[in-house]
């Protein structure tokens, strides 16, 4: 009888191939855990607001804010433009009740990121006459916040969030 042909039996499961196997085991769950953990704080930017006391006081001047604005009845008009290459051209149209260019604003916007503030773009508004105001800004493709602030006299009058997709 040949040494291939004799039938081997069951492998004896020792201390050692336990140890083993309980080491390789929690070994695997603890590197998962630590690389989802790595993911999971390098990607989130942190926290919202600094202080939710002091955003919770200022709801109450937002809201006035707010009404005083819808009170003006104010005409803004976005047009966006993508010339290529993520180049993005915002132009503002901002008419009063009477339908007359408000030129004498000052400008801020934004593209907001809606999930990490560390991707923002400014937008450097430059007003260019009859109530139009025009910035070109590089974002990439995606969904983003158009933010959109005119302020007269150092108090802002208007706001304007928008979600936008950018081709």
Do not use: C
Not at 69 to 94: C, K, M
Request: aromatic share 8%.
């Amino acid at each position: 009888m040949a040494h291939a042909d004799v039938p081997r039996g069951p492998r004896e499961l020792t201390g050692r191939a336990v140890l083993l196997i309980l080491l390789a085991f929690f070994g695997v769950v603890i590197a998962v855990n630590v690389i989802m953990a790595h993911f999971a704080v390098s990607t989130f930017a942190g926290v919202e607001t600094a202080s939710s006391y002091k955003a919770g006081l200022a709801f109450s001047a937002e809201h006035r804010a707010a009404e005083a604005q819808v009170a003006r009845h104010w005409n803004v008009n976005v047009e966006l433009a993508s010339p290529g290459n993520e180049a993005r051209v915002v132009t503002i149209r901002v008419l009063d009740l009477a339908g007359a260019p408000l030129s004498q604003l000052t400008p801020d916007g934004r593209f907001a990121h809606p999930t990490d503030a560390r991707h923002d773009v400014d937008l450097d508004l430059k007003p260019i006459g009859d109530g139009r105001y025009r910035a070109t800004a590089v974002a990439g493709p995606g969904q983003w916040d158009l933010v959109i602030d005119f302020a007269q006299g150092g108090e802002r009058q208007f706001r304007s969030k928008n979600r936008v997709q950018l081709p």
